[in-house]
Structures are given as structure tokens and as C-alpha cells.
């Protein structure tokens, strides 16, 4: 074996089947395991031909965890999967021509392949794929468990339509063009300019529509203060936690009731600044509250132009609507609402910039202090007012947008509230409507319920079917016992108005899954309604309650509810003690919730808080005893390359096959994790990678060729000991915190110091080039005649060495572990090695000393003095070398970096 080279081929293919066919990673037995430890990679969609390195480096960064924790006692368990079913593979199928059945049996299988390939240590017994039968079963469990409970509901509604796509969009899945990274592109797929107000698809980046559908919806809504509220019970990145806050975006405000005059009816407007209600001059109403409520005051003269800017106003796009500096436009509704605290007539308009969604649908006027409402006043010569006075003391009437006061300031105009601060006058506000009973306090949130069907194929099916029958009795049916008698506990929401002619209920549990069908015409349409739609050998079926024809529901589930609750499935996989729920009781006790969640903050409004709302509804109904599914997450970076984000059209994605064939896998773990911060975003470079893999030569070289002829002088034992210890420390610091680019860093350090001091350069016992080194010594150093010995402390340090580079290069440490180094147990069942912390303090220091930047020699100090610049100084400069160098110059400057090194520019 002397003078080979490290084959990372036959290293890495050896191991892995070794592992494999022992069963490393998948021999746990999770009802007696102890001191457990559940490590849990965010699934991938395997909606491409393979992974890219950007899944490699997150991947790895959880793999690199798993297996420290298990060297530290822990019984690590570590599953993996496929988050099969939605939008993203089924848009890859219809790409490549194929049935996304066929398609996912290709991708799945070499998406295993590059895993395995890369050495993570995944118990492979325990898969999940959300398209599958055994699988998907479960989430339309889960959809009537939540359906039973008044979660689920289905309405019509003004929804996200990504005309590209051809289906509806949570809100959680529309972003700004800059969010979603992506170019806006039109209906036909060509980039258009951004714009203020865009919103596009996350997934295609085309420019959202509006439409009016009937659809699913989840009421996460219930749970927006839980939500809020445990954000401060679990270990998470501060700028995930602050994503969520904003998206739930609570608001404490008041919603006040303004009477329509003559009409005998009110018109509720929410607002967090009630304290400006003395300035208030109009009332602007959306388009869609004016539709629905409206419609029967206005009077006929203006009726057809109400209606005809209600059509106009609906038919524009969600960003042409609210864009900043557009043109305010509006239609007056003949109507006015009074403003019981000084009796003002306020007219009632309608206006496209104002949604439905926020607030009631129904927005104040106050012109001086909104720069927004100031626009549409000056465009319809409507009154503007000031009763707030900012830090400027300027109390002037209004007449520019500039003037208008937004910010804090002291009240005027507005009787029993001037001189106050807006704050308190805020709260005094609302005292006032609230005695009066003209307004009550309210909670507002950005959050909205989550529309969870989709127009298209590739998803589970939604349990629900629709009969004519039952609804002549007006009735809903529900399919056992429980359900029959729910209406007496439970919501009487759920007696269904989903539809005008239909009575609704869901599909016997016992009898589920409801199968997704194989049918070749699976291509999105774009008419609201999915391909099942097509299929009557799937729609059409017999009620459960009274064996009439009825119908299926044909729209499929948002990929984002399977994703919701898989890491309760892993461990319960193998369990066939419960086949009535989804998790085994017993074993979700003892490995639920997830001790580490690795994955990406682009989640951070999406999977992350739906996962945790399901969480919470399943402990309200007593299936979980916890609320909180992943109480600590480690968001990981954006990989690039060369410095530029990776994308197809740039042709810079990296495909990890290549690097693992040419480089290894062990070398690819290396660099993925030695590349920069694992949250930062760091960049993959071919030049750097080709670094990693002479380090790694190095290391093989160590142990391979030179194991067995060190020898190192007696007082160099002291030194190994000591940089030992302190790296054992460092390392196991830095990954325990995921810095695990400065881990490595210190191992090569280390590695730097063993070779040093093992003369690498010998040739049997003889040195063969170290004049240079020797030429660098101290002058006070003499030659080196020591006796030169092998020591304990150095195979000490050999086998730390490999038990340290063991998490990031499981191949390579497990060969030399028991190749080279003659140990019997795999290296994956040692224990992590222990520091001792007397031994990681450094009695003695060498530092280097340089001259203009050129080392001239070193010298080595007692710690403390190594700290002090002037004692480092005086004795540098005393040494020959130093002198020569220094001889008829002047110092302009000494740099001093304590304990490290000291350079004199001249």
C-alpha cells in the first residue's frame, strides 16, 4: 500500500455497501432506542433529472450534525423522502412528455443514487413519497380531521390565478418578482419589466391574476395568535421568526360603525389609528365590498356607472391596482357616511386601490395624514384636514403631499384629544367609540386562511363528495357515528352551502385513500376546474347516505399539505400496532417533535407555518402531545457560482455527479462545508475544490505512506498534545453551531502541524529538504540534533485526526480507521474524542517575524509575554537575523498581532 494514491472510487463504493449490508443507519429500533435524537433534512422535490449541488451543500450541512451527534452518544435517527405529488413535478412531466407516475419511478431512483452516493447517513427503510398510496391516504385523513373540526371550508372567493400554471395560488405563494428571484413574465411567457406592486408566481414567476372561484380553505386564521405567540418558545433564526410575525402581521385597532345617511344601515371600517378620526373626510370602499353590499342603496341615476367601474376595477390584476404614483381612480356612490363625532358628511366612493382583503374592505379617508388618501382627495377635490402637528410645529393647511403627516406628533383640531400624543390619544380614541358604542376594539392580520385546492392533476384528491339527493332535505350527511352526532358538538358551519344545488360530506374514513387515477390527458386547462373534471369514471359515484347518484369533488390537495405533517410519518412506517391513524401513538411520543430541522429560509412563510398549524390543530384534537413540530431550525445559505446566483439560463448549475466522480464524495462534502458560513451564501468555485482534494491527498498520504516511519523529536510530543486538545475543542464548538467552514479550517491547521512536525520529507529516517525550514529557526535554536522518537501522544493524534474529519469524510475516515489504523467497529460507533481543557492552553507561543512581510525568523515566548507588543519587540529585534535585516533602516511601522505575529516595515 506505500506510495499509493487515495482511490476515491473504490474507497467510497466499498464503504457504502459495507454500510449498507450491515445496515448502519437503519438497524435502529425506535421503540427501545434511548437518549434519542431525530435529524430531519427538509425532503426535496424530485421534479428535475437529479439533485444540483445547492442540495448537496444543505444535504450534507444536516448529514455533517447527524453524524457528530451520533458519535456523542446519541441514537440518531435520519430518514429522508420525496415530496412527490404538486405543481413542480408535474410541470416537469408534462416538459419531458411523460405520465408524472413514470417520470417520479426515473427521478426518484437516481435522486436515491446521488444521495447514497454522497454518504449520508439516511436510514433508507423508512422512505416517504408523497404520491404514494400508503402515503397520500393519510393526508386526506388528515383533510377530514380538520374538516370534522370546522378547519375546513369551502367559498367563493377572489383567489391568485397564475395564468401559466393554469391554478389558483395561496397567498403564502405570491411574491414580488424580487422574492420569488425570478423575472416577471407575462401570460404568454415573455419577461416584462418589474414594476411597483408586481406579484408573481413563486414557482414560474409569471405575473398573477384575479379570479372568483369557489375553492378549499384551511382556517389557519384560528391560529394566528398561537402562532404569534409560541414564536418565542422555539429555537429559530431571528429573521425567519421576524417573516413569520410580519406575514401574521397583527394589528390592534378598532373597527368603527359610520352610519349611511338616510339608509337606515352602517358601513364598518377597521382602523389602527382611530386617534385621526376628527381629519376623517371621506369613506373609500373596494370594489368587491361594494358588489356585495352596496348595490341595493345607490340610487338608478348613477347605479350604471357604479357597475361599470366595479367590472373595470375587478378585471385588473392585484398590482395594477395598488401600484404607487399610479393614478388614483374612483366612482362616487351618491352615499354618505356621518361621522358621529362632529356629524360630518363623509361621501362613500369606490376605488380600486383599496382590496378586500385588508381590514373590512373598507378604508377612512384622512388625507392630511396619509399620503395615499391625500392623492385621491386632491384628484376628487375632496376636503383635507389637519388635526395632527408634527416635530416641525407646522400647522398650516395642507396643500402638498410633502405636508402630509404621517409620522408621530401631538394632536389639534380634535376637541378632547388635542395636546396628546397620537399614542395616547390612540387609546383615548377607542375608550370614547367603544362608551359610545360607535366602534369596538378588533384584531386585524395580514394572515389569511389557506386555500389549499388546486386546479390540476398531479395531487391527493380531496375527500368530499357532492349530492343532489340530500340537499332536497337540506341536509349534509356525514359517514359514522361520530360524524352523524357532530352537529350537536361540533360547528353548524358544517352543514355545507358550498354549492347552490348540493349537499356535501366526506368519503368514509374507513375506505379511503380515494385514488388518484392514471389518466394520460392530465394538462391544465385553465377553465378553474382540474383534469378530473374530464373523467366521469372518477367523478361520478354513489352517496354513502342515501345511494343516489353523486359527485366527486375533482380538485386535488396543494403539494403543501403533504409536506405539512410528513416527520410525523417517518417513524411510524414500519408500525402496524395502529392502522387507524397515520403515526403510531407510542412511537410519536417518544421521538416527536424533531430535535433538528435543517432546510431553507424561502420556507419560512410556507411549509414552516403551515407544518406548525397542522401541529397545533392535532394537539387541540389530542392526536400530538406537543405544539410545536421542530423546536430548534437551522436555516442554510444560498449557494452560487463564481459569484453569481445559479440558475439554467446563466448555465452555471452545478451538477454534484461530475465533482463526486472526478473529485470524490468525501471531497465534495469537504468544500460544500469548507466554502463560507452555512447561512451565508457561499460560492462554489472549481479552483477551490480542486484545493480541497490535495488536502485530502494530504491527509491520505499522513496515514498511508508515512504512518509507520514518523518519528518526531521528544519536545515536539508537548506541542502535538496541546494543538490536539485545541482542536478537539474548536471543532467540536463550531459544528455544534453549524460554523463548520472555521471546524475545517482548524483541522487543516492541525493537519498543517502533524506534517510539520513529522518531517513529511523524510526519506526513511533521514531529512531529505527541510534547509529551508531549518535556515527560518530561531537564532537562539540550535540545529535539529534531538533524538527523534515515536511517541504516544502521536498515534493519539492520528486516530483524533480521523474521528474529527469523520462527520464531513465518512469514506475516507472509515478506510483509514480500519485499513490503517487497525481498528475493529466502524468509526460511525466511536465515540467523539474529549478535550481536556488544561491541555488547551498553550504555555509557550512561536511566533514568526517578519521584515517588509518576509519571515526572518520566529521566536517562542511564554503566553503572557506573546500578549505584550513592546516585550515581543524588544526581543525580536535582538535576534541576528532580525538585526542583519533591520541594519541601517528606520521602522516606519510594527505590526503586531498578539501571540501570532509581529512584522517591522521599514
Not at 391560529?223 to 422555539?234: R, T, V
Not at 430535535?595 to 397542522?614: I, K, P, Q, T
Request: charged share 30%; proline share 4%.
Amino acid at each position: 500500500m506505500k506510495g499509493s494514491s487515495y482511490d476515491h472510487k473504490s474507497v467510497e463504493s466499498k464503504w457504502q455497501k459495507e454500510w449498507e449490508d450491515q445496515k448502519l443507519f437503519s438497524q435502529v429500533e425506535l421503540v427501545l432506542a434511548k437518549n434519542k435524537f431525530y435529524n430531519l433534512w427538509m425532503f426535496p422535490y424530485p421534479s428535475a433529472e437529479g439533485l444540483h449541488a445547492g442540495h448537496a451543500f444543505a444535504s450534507t450541512g444536516s448529514d455533517v450534525y447527524g453524524r457528530y451527534t451520533r458519535m456523542n452518544g446519541y441514537t440518531v435517527f435520519q430518514p429522508i423522502g420525496y415530496d412527490s405529488f404538486g405543481i413542480h413535478s408535474e410541470n416537469y412531466a408534462i416538459k419531458i412528455g411523460e405520465i408524472p407516475q413514470k417520470m417520479l419511478e426515473r427521478t426518484t431512483k437516481h435522486y436515491e443514487q446521488q444521495l447514497r452516493s454522497l454518504g449520508h447517513a439516511y436510514d433508507w427503510t423508512r422512505t416517504v413519497t408523497t404520491s404514494s398510496l400508503d402515503y397520500y391516504k393519510w393526508t386526506q385523513w388528515l383533510f377530514l380531521q380538520l374538516f370534522k373540526s370546522g378547519l375546513a371550508h369551502r367559498k367563493a372567493a377572489l383567489v391568485n390565478w397564475c395564468p401559466s400554471c393554469k391554478t389558483v395560488l395561496s397567498d403564502e405563494q405570491v411574491m414580488t418578482p424580487a422574492q420569488a428571484g425570478k423575472d416577471p413574465k407575462d401570460a404568454q411567457g415573455k419577461i416584462t419589466k418589474p414594476k411597483e406592486g408586481m406579484f408573481v408566481c413563486e414557482r414560474c414567476g409569471t405575473v398573477v391574476e384575479k379570479k372568483e372561484l369557489e375553492q378549499w380553505f384551511l382556517r389557519i386564521t384560528d391560529y394566528a395568535d398561537k402562532l404569534l405567540e409560541n414564536l418565542g418558545k422555539i429555537d429559530w433564526p431571528e429573521k425567519i421568526k421576524i417573516a413569520q410575525r410580519n406575514w401574521i402581521g397583527k394589528k390592534e385597532g378598532i373597527t368603527i360603525s359610520y352610519p349611511i345617511e338616510g339608509k337606515g344601515v352602517s358601513l364598518d371600517v377597521w382602523t389602527s389609528r382611530p386617534d385621526t378620526n376628527f381629519g376623517a373626510t371621506f369613506v373609500v370602499v373596494s370594489p368587491e365590498y361594494a358588489k356585495k353590499n352596496l348595490i341595493n342603496l345607490i340610487v338608478e341615476d348613477t347605479k350604471q356607472q357604479f357597475e361599470e367601474y366595479i367590472k373595470s376595477s375587478l378585471s385588473k390584476s392585484k398590482d395594477d391596482r395598488i401600484y404607487e404614483g399610479r393614478k388614483k381612480t374612483g366612482c362616487f356612490t351618491g352615499l354618505f357616511a356621518i361621522n358621529q363625532l362632529n356629524n360630518y358628511k363623509m361621501p362613500v366612493w369606490v376605488a380600486d386601490f383599496v382590496l378586500a382583503d385588508v381590514g373590512t374592505g373598507a378604508v377612512v379617508g384622512v388625507p392630511g395624514h396619509d399620503k395615499r388618501d391625500f392623492e385621491f382627495a386632491k384628484e376628487f377635490g375632496l376636503e383635507i384636514k389637519r388635526v395632527v402637528v408634527g416635530s416641525d410645529k407646522d400647522e398650516s393647511r395642507i396643500t402638498r403631499i410633502e405636508q402630509a403627516q404621517e409620522e408621530e406628533g401631538k394632536m389639534i383640531n380634535s376637541e378632547f384629544l388635542d395636546g396628546l400624543d397620537i399614542h395616547k390619544a390612540t387609546k383615548k380614541m377607542m375608550d370614547y367609540l367603544e362608551k359610545k358604542n360607535w366602534g369596538k376594539r378588533s384584531k386585524n392580520y395580514h394572515l389569511r386562511d389557506w386555500l389549499i385546492s388546486r386546479q390540476r392533476y398531479w395531487g391527493a384528491p380531496i375527500p368530499m363528495i357532492y349530492c343532489q339527493n340530500c340537499a332536497k332535505d337540506g341536509k349534509s350527511w356525514f359517514s359514522s357515528e361520530e360524524a352523524r352526532n357532530f352537529p350537536k358538538i361540533g360547528n353548524w358551519k358544517l352543514r355545507i352551502g358550498n354549492s347552490d344545488w348540493k349537499s356535501g360530506g366526506w368519503w368514509p374514513e374507513e375506505v379511503l385513500p380515494v385514488e388518484l387515477p392514471e389518466i394520460k390527458d392530465y394538462k391544465p386547462e385553465g377553465t378553474g376546474k382540474g383534469p378530473l373534471a374530464n373523467h366521469p369514471e372518477f367523478y361520478k359515484v354513489k352517496c354513502p347516505e342515501c345511494g343516489s347518484e353523486a359527485i366527486r369533488e375533482t380538485d386535488v390537495m396543494d403539494t403543501f399539505v403533504d409536506s405539512s405533517w410528513y416527520f410525523l410519518r417517518y417513524p411510524s412506517v414500519k408500525s402496524k400496532s395502529n392502522t387507524s391513524m397515520p403515526f403510531d401513538t407510542y412511537i410519536t411520543k417518544k421521538w416527536l417533535p424533531v430535535d433538528l430541522y435543517f432546510g431553507g429560509a424561502e420556507h419560512s412563510v410556507l411549509h414552516l407555518m403551515y407544518a406548525r398549524f397542522v401541529t397545533m390543530v392535532l394537539n387541540d384534537l389530542k392526536y400530538l402531545d406537543f405544539e410545536e413540530p421542530f423546536p430548534k431550525f437551522f436555516a442554510h445559505g444560498l449557494m452560487i457560482k463564481d459569484g453569481a446566483k445559479m440558475s439554467k439560463s446563466r448555465g452555471n448549475v452545478v451538477n454534484p455527479d461530475e465533482y463526486i466522480e472526478k473529485y470524490g464524495a468525501d471531497t465534495l462534502r469537504l468544500y460544500l462545508m469548507f466554502m463560507g458560513p452555512m447561512d451565508g451564501y457561499p460560492d462554489f468555485r472549481d479552483t477551490g475544490i480542486e484545493g480541497m482534494r490535495r488536502f485530502i491527498d494530504r491527509v491520505w498520504d499522513l496515514f498511508v505512506n508515512h504512518k509507520d516511519n514518523i518519528v518526531v523529536e521528544g519536545k515536539d510530543a508537548k506541542v502535538i498534545l496541546i494543538k490536539m486538545h485545541q482542536t478537539i475543542k474548536k471543532v467540536s464548538a463550531d459544528i455544534q453551531n453549524f460554523r463548520y467552514n472555521t471546524a475545517i479550517a482548524s483541522i487543516m491547521e492541525y493537519v498543517n502541524l502533524l506534517r510539520d512536525k513529522a518531517q513529511l520529507s523524510v526519506v526513511g529516517n533521514q531529512l531529505s529538504d527541510n534547509s529551508k525550514t531549518e535556515k527560518l529557526q530561531s537564532d537562539d535554536r540550535k540545529p535539529k540534533t534531538d533524538i527523534r522518537i515515536r511517541c504516544a501522544e502521536w498515534d493519539e493524534a492520528l486516530k483524533t485526526l480521523v474521528l474529527l474529519l469523520n462527520p464531513f469524510t465518512p469514506h475516507l475516515s472509515e478506510e483509514v480507521w480500519n485499513s490503517f489504523l487497525k481498528q475493529k467497529s466502524a468509526i460511525q460507533t466511536q465515540p467523539w474524542p474529549k478535550f481536556d481543557e488544561n491541555l488547551t492552553i498553550e504555555k509557550e507561543v512561536t511566533i514568526p517575524i517578519q521584515v517588509n512581510g518576509r519571515l526572518r525568523a520566529t521566536i517562542t515566548l511564554a503566553s503572557d509575554e506573546a500578549k505584550n507588543k513592546d516585550i515581543v519587540s524588544k526581543k525580536a529585534r535582538n535576534l541576528k537575523n532580525v538585526l542583519k535585516s533591520l541594519e541601517g533602516k528606520n521602522i516606519k511601522e510594527t505590526i503586531f498581532v498578539p501571540s501570532r505575529l509581529i512584522n517591522f516595515v521599514v
